[in-house]
């Protein structure tokens, strides 16, 4: 049985912004500098990949999709999760989901669980690079896997799982002044998590736990020192 947070976390109070540290330039943000990053990491850790646990479902294996649409302004493609689902339900997601045994390796979840969720071609995605496992409150040991999304692509959203699909601006996500920080007691522990806000036509889209975690992980290791060279944890098809 997986046990959902009683808890509204969009109500839950900021603590903190992080607006002293440094946002991502545009230049490291341009395709080009984002191919050079993945082909040659550096070394880095990520800030976050364990969650408190809040079910006792059995460690899953499993996959999302970071899609990083090439626009003039490259910006991020999520999702908004039906109101139904047993775990994460109306929460702000990648598409992605639990490995089949089919599935080659992580690459192959993440881009098959695409173009079940929301209709997307795999011939548009450009996968250059993954980041480590992060481990879910649910129990979902996931592997983000990162996409050039090429324009042209279309999206026809599976109704069973996914109620919007929506553009951010990368510029927006990795500008620390937009992280929250929030602490909330459930469950017999006290819980950390990240918060980024984003206002669309007078729409709240508000990206939080898991999702958030593995985009304040791509703020680290895009701002992650250069010097270490080849060696870091950015792998291609883990």
């Keep these: 049985m997986t046990i959902k947070p009683a808890f509204e976390p969009n109500k839950v109070p900021v603590q903190s912004t992080d607006d002293h540290l440094p946002r991502v330039s545009a230049e490291q943000m341009s395709v080009a500098a984002l ?6 990491p550096p ?9 408190a ?3 006792d479902r059995a460690p899953t294996p499993a996959a999302v999709l970071v899609p990083l649409v090439m626009r003039d302004q490259i910006t991020v493609l999520l999702t908004t999760r039906t109101a ?8 702000v997601a990648f598409p992605g989901g639990k490995a089949d045994i089919g599935d080659e390796n992580a690459t ?3 881009l098959r669980e695409a ?18 496992v992060y481990a879910t409150g649910s129990g979902f ?12 692509f279309s999206i026809a959203p599976n109704p069973n799982e996914v109620a919007d699909v929506f553009e951010v601006p990368l510029e927006f996500l990795m500008n620390p002044a937009n992280h929250r920080h929030h602490i909330y007691d459930w469950s017999g522990q006290t819980r950390h998590w990240i918060s980024m806000s984003y206002q669309e036509g007078g729409q709240e889209r508000f990206i939080w736990g898991a999702t958030a975690g593995m985009l304040r992980n ?15 944890v950015a792998m291609i098809n883990p």
């Design 35 to 40: 191919m050079r990053r993945f082909a040659d």
């Design 43 to 51: 070394h880095w850790v990520p800030e976050l990949s364990v969650e």
């Design 53 to 55: 646990r809040f079910s």
């Design 84 to 91: 139904h689902l047993s775990s994460h339900s109306g929460q």
């Design 108 to 110: 192959a979840t993440a």
């Design 115 to 132: 173009q079940e969720e929301i209709g997307l071609e795999p011939a548009f995605v450009r996968v250059i690079g993954s980041f480590p």
């Design 141 to 152: 040991l996931v592997t983000p896997v990162f996409g050039l999304l090429q324009p042209g």
């Design 218 to 232: 791509f703020y680290r290791f895009l701002l992650a020192s250069d010097s270490a060279g080849t060696g870091g």
